[in-house]
């Protein structure tokens, strides 16, 4: 599901992965807000994991996690930080 309105992005794994871990239901949600009128450039990523899995492969409830996804969002971060340097700096040569 996409709202671009509400900027929410969610994403439900039916196949393959953690499916066959033994997860009956894993479903990803990204909702990104702006941080404030204060820094109208910034934004919050909010991640949400639901899940549900077969009593028999508990043990996998490790796998759950938002790590990948908190290093995305630094990845992405970097490189938008970067590119609007890079803008800054041609306006001023300009």
């Not at 509400?6 to 953690?18: A, S």
């Not at 290093?71 to 803008?87: C, S």
């Amino acid at each position: 599901m996409v709202d671009n309105e509400k900027r929410v992005k969610e994403v439900e794994v039916v196949e393959g992965g953690y499916r066959e871990l033994g997860f009956t239901f894993y479903l990803i949600r990204f909702e990104i807000t702006e941080a404030g009128s204060s820094t109208p450039s910034s934004c919050i990523i909010k991640t949400t994991v639901e899940y549900e899995l077969k009593e028999e492969a508990a043990a996998m409830v490790s796998f759950v996690s938002v790590d990948l996804f908190a290093n995305i969002a630094q990845i992405a971060k970097h490189h938008l930080l970067k590119k609007h340097t890079e803008q800054l700096s041609s306006q001023v040569l300009v």
